[in-house]
């Protein structure tokens, strides 16, 4: 009898069956482009994708709108100060101050700074001489003019660091939720299989690096604006304390003035 079983022919020996699930799993793991992940969202889903998408557009458009802003300043702004100052006549300098675009803040400091020296001489005698000194009077409109260029400086900084903050969270809301899906699931189908987990896991995957993927530039452009600012900043108070000394004494408090700019 065992020598029966031992001449078995090779055909009736039972087959090796492969692991199943190997053909599935390579199923599902094609399917998780976005294209086919997208279609997995609920309502929290869409929300989350939403919110990141507008985040990416407004990083975008502040970050092309700040940049370009900045480089027209940065671009005119050495001109400006300097054709000030080596223009021979005040009048003629207040002229091409005036032909500058609206976003050069430079320009508007000193029609402001020139424009108070202006109202206070012709108000000489009167309660407001009395009250502030032409010194006092000139700094008050400096100090408004700086704040209000400085206030347009800031725009769109903000929303930068909005997102670069709160996008990697709203990511990961998308994360938590997607992992969540999959257990629900697993749950419901008792299979663990890459071919009920794939769509939920790689929803939570794009999710998160979707998040990275907006605030990652965000952060970056924030941080360059705000050094690119700190520089014009410096330039503010410096043109303004110029002007203060120019337009208070009548000359400018600096070693080294121009020529032309003494002659004022």
């Not at 009077?137 to 670069?164: H, K, N, P, Y």
């Not at 999959?182 to 939570?204: D, F, T």
Request: proline share 4%; net charge neutral; glycine share 8%.
């Amino acid at each position: 009898m065992q020598q029966d079983a031992s001449q078995t022919p090779a055909a009736a020996q039972p087959a090796v069956v492969p692991a199943p699930g190997g053909g599935s799993n390579a199923a599902a793991m094609s399917q998780m482009g976005f294209q086919d992940l997208i279609h997995n969202f609920d309502v929290l889903g869409w929300i989350v994708f939403a919110t990141l998408s507008v985040m990416l557009v407004s990083t975008v458009y502040f970050l092309v709108a700040n940049f370009l802003r900045n480089g027209m300043i940065r671009a005119r702004m050495e001109r400006v100060i300097h054709t000030f100052w080596n223009t021979p006549s005040t009048q003629d300098a207040v002229r091409f101050m005036e032909e500058q675009p609206k976003g050069e803040p430079f320009s508007k400091i000193a029609l402001d700074c020139a424009s108070a020296a202006a109202h206070h001489q012709r108000s000489e005698g009167s309660r407001l001489a009395d009250a502030l000194s032409r010194s006092e009077f000139i700094d008050r409109a400096l100090r408004q003019a700086i704040a209000r260029e400085s206030l347009r400086l800031e725009g769109g900084m903000t929303a930068l660091a909005t997102v670069g903050s709160s996008a990697p969270f709203v990511g990961l809301l998308g994360t938590v939720w997607g992992i969540y899906h999959a257990l629900i699931k697993i749950a419901a189908s008792g299979n663990a299989s890459m071919e009920a987990v794939a769509g939920p896991v790689g929803e939570a995957l794009i999710m998160t690096a979707f998040g990275l993927f907006v605030a990652i530039p965000a952060v970056l452009a924030y941080n360059f604006f705000i050094r690119q600012n700190r520089v014009i900043y410096a330039r503010f108070d410096e043109f303004a304390h110029d002007l203060h000394d120019f337009f208070a004494t009548g000359s400018r408090v600096e070693a080294g003035v121009a020529p032309a700019a003494a002659r004022k």
